[in-house]
């Protein structure tokens, strides 16, 4: 009969720290992306209104 060796290891979960950290990055990254929107969205509507008006 063979025995399975059980020495190794799991892998262990991520420190809810960098999890947090991580979020946090997503979250400043989706608010700057929201604001270059914003900011091409008016450029081209004061381009718009100088073409047109």
């Known amino acids: 009969m063979s025995?399975?060796?059980t020495t190794e290891k799991l892998?262990?979960?991520p420190?809810?720290?960098?999890s947090?950290?991580?979020l946090c990055g997503?979250?400043?990254a989706g608010i700057v992306m929201?604001?270059?929107i914003c900011a091409l969205a008016w450029i081209a509507w004061r381009l718009a209104d100088w073409l047109l008006f």
């Open 3 to 5: 025995q399975i060796d």
């Open 11 to 13: 892998p262990e979960a």
């Open 15 to 18: 420190e809810p720290e960098s």
């Open 20 to 22: 947090l950290f991580a």
């Open 26 to 28: 997503l979250g400043v």
């Open 34 to 36: 929201l604001g270059w």
